[in-house]
Structures are given as structure tokens and as C-alpha cells.
């Protein structure tokens, strides 16, 4: 689904915007918008809908506790909306400016919301989907100039995916086990599962207003009053839950294929590369460099693990290293698939000189919950270093 689709879907020329929307809206401009120098725009134009967040936050609040039976305190929906509004209007204000410091701080914030809507269960839905879009848009941007963010920004979209999906699921199967108290028992009937796509139109005895109703020959049917409030519920709750869930299905399924079409640069990641060699130094900033005498490995190596990367994700390892003396060396560039199988996709060995050499592999991620290493070998154990530029040694995920 587009930006331009959720548009048309959900916001009327009043500009009185369904809270989903800009929820979806969001989703849609990240995932198909936004690279390069154009993205603080572009996300300065998803952000700048002309709505009101006191009214987004309240209108999901009182929808989703309708259907689930629950009352939130109104101190607390206006303490949710000051907060998410002061973030909204500062990524506004620093996005165009490209305050790279300043939007890393406000993505720690609005991740604190987000969190603490997870934390607050399932009648915060509402607030937890706008709160997470503006993380994303933070962690999207951050991504494009800083590799180190891509992982969280995989990561982070994955994690929103599965809560907003459990919870909206669990809002459905909620909303099915509540039915008006004017029941002549008094009590709650469970709806069952009904399949909004075998209704047939019902008259009921009552009458001429038309109520939809289910073709299920198992359905158990309460005579009486409570047949038609069973329907009315239905109707009025569970069918427009449905419909909700769907919507944020759509959405979620975007967090999911968000592209981490960027680059991650061995200089941004530096701490985090991991070392199968005895000995290894950083220096300046400009080189790694390792080398394993009397160590244990006949194939020593520098690497960079990334997790969470959407399946089908393709893979681009670029290497430039060289040794600090001549030896005869041989060096490899692998990159692993981490998963049900270790799958590696080798460059070639190539031979190690005091001349920089650059190498390059590719491969596609085939796993869903596969890890990827990017991994740079050399086969042997001489207190030679293999030098690794990490100015110009890169991952590149599309």
C-alpha cells in the first residue's frame, strides 16, 4: 500500500485524520519515499499533517476501550498527548536541519513512549502506533547517515510489527466474548467466530432493521432479546474491529519491509566489529589491524555480525585491506547466512600484499530469522598484520 493510498483511504477533505492513517501514512512514505539527501523533507511532510495529537491519541483510546471493556484515566491521555506532541513538533523543527545529535536524542524519547505504551497494555494501541512511527521516522533518517543505526532501525521495525499484530488480534478475540448486559442471563455470550465474508442479511422479528448475519450452521442461536443484541455486538464491535485489524495489518506488514538501503562503514560500527585473532588493535580510526601468532586459528579473521535484516535482503561486502610486510598470504571475504544451515558466500581467496587490495562479495539473505556475517579471513598464524581500511571497507544492504 502507498502513502497515497492510506491518503485516500482514511483522510476526508475535512482534514479530520483517522489516527491509523497516520500511522500508515508514515509507514508507506518510509518504505517507498525516502533515500538520500531527500529524506529530512520527506519526513518533514509525513509528520506536518494538519491534526490534532490530543485528538489521535483520544480517539484511539476511547475506540479500542470500547471493544475491550476498559476505562483510561483522562489525566493520562493528556499527559500521552503532551508528550508525543513536544516530540512531533521537534522532529518538525530539527529534521530540516539535519541535527543529526538532536534527532538521535529525541529517538531516545519517543522509544521511551513506545515502551511505555507496550508496557500499558492493549488499550494503548492507538498511541503505541503513532509513538513507534515517530520512532521509526527518527531511526530511518539516522540510518541514512550513520550505518550503526541500520540494525536498530531492522530491528526496532520487527519488534513494533509484532506487538501491534498480537495486540490487534487480541482486541478482536476480546471483542467477541462481550455482548449487551440486557441479555435476559445477564452475563456476557461468547460470539464465536463468525466469517465476514459468508453474511447473508437477517430481518429481525422485532423489526424491519437489517442485521448481518452468519451462514455458519454451527452458530448457537439465543432466542429472545439476547439473539438480537448478539447481533447488534457484533456488528458494532467486532465487525469494525476487524476492519481496524486489517488496516493495522497493512501497516505492520510496511514496518516489516522497511529498507535498510544504506551503508554501514566498518569506521561507524568500529566497537562493535568482533575479533577471531590473538592479537588486534584499532588505529586512529583509519585501520584495524590483527594478526594471530601462537594463536589458535587456521583461518583468523575480523568481522561484523548484523541481525533482524528483512528476508530477501541483498548484501553488498566490500573490503579493502593489505598486510604491514610482505608475507605470502592468502585473505577471503565471506559472508555468512547464520540460520537453520551456516550458508557462506566467499569472494575467492585472494593474495594478501603490502598493496591494498579490494574485494567484493554479494549474496541474498534466504532465512527469516537468519543472522548475517560479513567476515575477513587470512590462512595463517604469522605475526603479520592484515590491515583493514575501515574508512572504505563497507556493507551495502538493499
Not at 57 to 64: L, M
Not at 89 to 111: A, R, W
Not at 189 to 206: C, E, I, K, R
Request: negative net charge.
Amino acid at each position: 500500500m502507498t502513502r497515497e493510498n492510506y491518503q485516500n483511504n482514511f483522510i476526508e477533505e475535512t482534514f479530520v485524520v483517522d489516527w491509523m492513517a497516520v500511522a500508515g501514512w508514515i509507514a508507506a512514505g518510509i518504505v517507498s519515499k525516502l533515500a538520500g539527501d531527500t529524506i529530512g523533507v520527506e519526513l518533514e511532510k509525513l509528520l506536518g499533517i494538519e491534526s490534532s495529537t490530543d485528538q489521535l491519541i483520544r480517539s484511539s483510546v476511547d475506540e479500542i476501550c470500547q471493544r475491550i471493556d476498559q476505562i483510561v484515566n483522562q489525566q493520562f491521555i493528556e499527559e500521552w498527548s503532551a508528550d508525543l506532541e513536544a516530540v512531533r513538533k521537534d522532529i518538525l523543527m530539527y529534521l530540516p536541519k539535519q541535527d543529526t545529535d538532536m534527532i538521535k536524542q529525541l529517538e531516545g524519547k519517543v522509544h521511551i513512549l513506545a515502551e511505555r505504551f507496550i508496557m500499558e497494555g492493549t488499550k494503548t494501541l492507538g498511541p503505541f502506533m503513532i509513538s513507534a512511527s515517530m520512532d521509526l521516522v527518527c531511526l530511518r533518517y539516522l540510518s541514512s547517515t550513520n550505518g550503526a543505526f541500520v540494525q536498530d532501525l531492522t530491528s526496532r521495525a520487527k519488534e513494533y510489527a509484532d506487538w501491534a499484530e498480537a495486540k490487534s488480534t487480541e482486541i478482536i478475540e476480546l471483542a467477541k466474548t462481550f455482548v449487551s448486559s440486557s441479555c435476559s442471563s445477564g452475563r456476557g455470550l461468547p460470539v464465536g467466530d463468525m466469517d465476514p465474508q459468508n453474511y447473508a442479511y437477517y430481518t429481525s422479528q422485532w423489526g424491519k432493521k437489517k442485521h448481518r448475519w452468519s451462514g455458519s450452521e454451527n452458530l448457537s442461536v439465543y432466542k429472545g432479546r439476547c439473539e438480537e443484541n448478539r447481533l447488534n455486538h457484533y456488528n458494532n464491535t467486532v465487525v469494525p474491529a476487524l476492519e481496524r485489524h486489517n488496516q493495522i495489518i497493512d501497516c505492520v506488514k510496511l514496518w516489516r519491509s522497511i529498507p535498510a538501503n544504506t551503508s554501514i562503514v566498518f569506521r561507524d560500527v568500529e566497537n562493535l566489529l568482533q575479533y577471531r585473532c590473538k592479537n588486534h588493535s584499532l588505529e586512529s580510526g583509519v585501520i584495524v589491524q590483527g594478526n594471530d601468532r601462537d594463536g589458535q586459528y587456521s583461518n583468523p579473521s575480523i568481522h561484523y555480525d548484523l541481525m533482524n535484516l528483512p528476508e530477501n535482503t541483498t548484501i553488498h561486502f566490500y573490503s579493502k585491506t593489505r598486510a604491514d610486510k610482505e608475507i605470502n598470504r592468502i585473505g577471503e571475504i565471506v559472508i555468512w547466512e547464520l540460520g537453520s544451515e551456516n550458508v557462506p558466500v566467499s569472494s575467492g581467496q585472494f593474495k594478501v600484499s603490502i598493496d591494498w587490495n579490494v574485494n567484493k562479495v554479494v549474496a541474498i539473505k534466504k532465512e527469516p530469522n537468519s543472522n548475517i556475517r560479513c567476515e575477513i579471513y587470512w590462512h595463517d598464524n604469522e605475526e603479520v598484520n592484515t590491515i583493514v581500511d575501515v574508512q572504505e571497507t563497507r556493507i551495502e544492504i538493499i
